[in-house]
């Protein structure tokens, strides 16, 4: 299969490092996907492993596509849909990017549901229903350059959403892009790890399941499981291997969150008790500067607010820098690594940065910075 991945911007080469250990190969990476080959079983494996991907879709067709009438042919012959959308069968299209004559991703998507529909009524004298909240099918159709790539989304859901995260706190991360941020870390465990403003918990708890290899949760419903082609046997053999699969909890070191918040200290309470991790996170509803180790190494993570609202900018101004103070004078010899989408903010920890890797979060252009505490 020809595989397509989409990722956040900044987490692409990380992806591709995954997708090539969980068994694909002739990868490609681009802004925000990730192209791959693989076979049925490594398909079904990377729904349940792939941590910073948020969707696959599966390549089907390619074509020139300058303007509609070439898109209706296009879509119309480059694909045996008489095999694989009978009319009861529903479905969705969705559009990414743009050509030069064809810059209305609505107006497209129309324009490739009736070269579908307008081919079955020819067929069978009916057609597919459409359905945006549970389709059959969705396809897909990504444009650029006068050319497009039609394709089938896997899963309805994305598959950043762990189902772990019910309570959601301040302005949280997304689950992949914590798992992101964490490989590059490259965090293995076995050193002690703290997030000083834990929020609902999502690097605690991706930090933990990363490290261990605990598959996702597992849908309820693929929608590749609608595919012509699905195999059956090879997806319930992953399953049941991810699903048969032994953790080494007790390789890992210390794990501390802290948050300030009442509430949100209590959302992460319940969310990480639904991860079934309650007894690998030690959480502390505290400022972080009640925080303390008798570690001499270890890593320190930190994503604190950025203070794009009006008003608060003097009240972070301080706190960086307490958070600056805090750490060069506790924490010496341990690795920090902060999430900065105000660098005027971090200027004021007043700390030398080894590293700064650019990422996109929810739109905000973020770097993730890498410091040595002396
Ligand atoms: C951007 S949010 C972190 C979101 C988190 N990464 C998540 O995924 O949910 C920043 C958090 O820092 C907390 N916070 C702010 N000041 C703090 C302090 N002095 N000590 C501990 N937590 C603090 C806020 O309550 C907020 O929940």
């Known amino acids: 299969m020809n595989i397509i991945a989409s990722v956040p911007e900044g987490l692409e080469k990380y992806l591709a490092k995954e997708i090539v250990d969980l068994g694909g190969f002739n990868i490609d990476t681009y802004k925000r996907s990730v192209s791959f080959e693989c076979d049925y079983a490594t398909f079904y494996r990377i729904h349940f492993f792939s941590r910073l991907a948020f969707r696959f879709y599966r390549e089907v067709a390619r074509f020139a596509c300058y303007d509609r009438l070439s898109l209706y042919k296009s879509v119309k012959n480059s694909f045996d849909?008489?095999?694989?959308?009978?009319?009861?069968?529903?479905?969705?299209?969705?559009?990414?990017?743009?050509?030069?004559?064809?810059?209305?991703?609505?107006?497209?998507?129309?324009?490739?549901?009736?070269?579908?529909?307008?081919?079955?009524?020819?067929?069978?004298?009916?057609?597919?229903?459409?359905?945006?909240?549970?389709?059959?099918?969705?396809?897909?159709?990504?444009?650029?350059?006068?050319?497009?790539?039609?394709?089938?989304?896997?899963?309805?859901?994305?598959?950043?959403?762990?189902?772990?995260?019910?309570?959601?706190?301040?302005?949280?991360?997304?689950?992949?892009?914590?798992?992101g941020l964490l490989k590059i870390t490259e965090w293995d465990g076995t050193i002690p790890l703290i997030d000083l403003m834990c929020g609902s918990g999502t690097f605690l708890i991706e930090a933990i399941n990363q490290t261990l290899k605990v598959p996702l949760k597992f849908q309820q419903f693929y929608l590749f499981e609608n595919w012509l082609d699905f195999k059956k046997e090879i997806y319930l053999d992953e399953k049941s291997k991810a699903k048969k699969k032994v953790f080494a909890f007790e390789k890992l070191s210390k794990i501390i969150g802290s948050e300030i918040n009442k509430d949100v200290f209590d959302q992460a309470k319940v969310n990480i008790s639904l991860a079934g991790l309650e007894n690998y996170i030690e959480l502390q509803n505290n400022d972080f500067s009640k925080?303390?180790?008798?570690?001499?190494?270890?890593?320190?993570?930190?994503?604190?607010?950025?203070?794009?609202?009006?008003?608060?900018?003097?009240?972070?101004?301080?706190?960086?820098?307490?958070?600056?103070?805090f750490l060069k004078k506790n924490f010496s010899g341990w690795e920090f690594w902060l999430l900065s989408g105000n660098p005027k903010l971090t200027r004021y920890l007043k700390m030398k940065s080894s590293l700064k890797i650019p990422i996109s979060n929810g739109g905000i252009d973020c770097r993730w910075i890498k410091y040595l505490i002396r």
């Not at 180790?293 to 706190?319: A, Q, R, V």
Request: proline residues 5%; hydrophobic residues 30%.
């Open 81 to 179: 849909w008489v095999k694989w959308l009978p009319p009861e069968k529903t479905f969705s299209v969705q559009v990414t990017g743009r050509t030069s004559s064809l810059s209305h991703s609505h107006f497209t998507a129309l324009e490739v549901k009736n070269s579908i529909t307008d081919l079955q009524q020819s067929v069978w004298n009916k057609r597919s229903n459409i359905s945006l909240d549970n389709p059959d099918l969705i396809i897909h159709l990504h444009l650029n350059n006068d050319r497009g790539i039609l394709s089938l989304q896997s899963s309805f859901e994305s598959l950043h959403k762990r189902g772990y995260r019910p309570a959601i706190g301040n302005a949280p991360l997304k689950e992949n892009i914590a798992s």
């Open 291 to 325: 925080i303390q180790s008798k570690y001499s190494d270890g890593l320190i993570l930190c994503n604190p607010p950025y203070g794009k609202k009006l008003g608060d900018e003097n009240e972070l101004i301080t706190l960086y820098g307490k958070m600056g103070d």
